[in-house]
C-alpha cells in the first residue's frame, strides 16, 4: 500500500513539475494600458496563457498603466486584460526563445 501511494505522489509531482516547465522559463513581456483618452488604467488584469498547459502568469496594472509579466516559457500566449467597466481586450504575443524580450505592447481599453 505504502509503494502504490508512494508511485503515485511521484507521478502527481511529475506531471506539476511537466506544468509548471510549460508556463515558466525566462521570457518576459511588458506594456501599458490607457483608456480612449490616453488615461493610463489602474488594477487591470492580465492573464497570459499558454493553449494546451495548465494554469496561467497574471499581473495587475499600476497606477501609471504599466504591467510586466516575467516567466514564460517559449510558446504561443494568449494575454487578456479586464477591468469593471472597460471592454475585455486580448492579444496573441510569440515567445520563440526561452530568453525572449519583446517591445513594450501598449493596449487602449474602451468603456463598455
Do not use: C, Y
Amino acid at each position: 500500500m505504502k509503494k502504490v501511494l508512494l508511485a503515485m505522489v511521484v507521478v502527481v509531482l511529475g506531471l506539476s513539475a511537466n506544468a509548471w516547465a510549460q508556463l515558466h522559463g525566462m521570457g518576459r513581456v511588458q506594456g501599458s494600458v490607457v483608456d480612449e483618452g490616453g488615461a493610463p488604467i489602474d488594477g487591470v488584469t492580465v492573464k497570459a496563457t499558454l493553449p494546451g498547459s495548465a494554469g496561467s502568469i497574471d499581473a495587475t496594472s499600476n497606477a501609471k498603466g504599466e504591467w510586466a509579466i516575467g516567466g514564460m516559457g517559449k510558446g504561443e500566449w494568449e494575454v487578456t486584460f479586464e477591468k469593471a467597466g472597460f471592454a475585455p481586450r486580448k492579444a496573441k504575443i510569440s515567445l520563440t526563445v526561452e530568453l525572449a524580450r519583446i517591445p513594450p505592447i501598449p493596449v487602449t481599453m474602451k468603456k463598455g
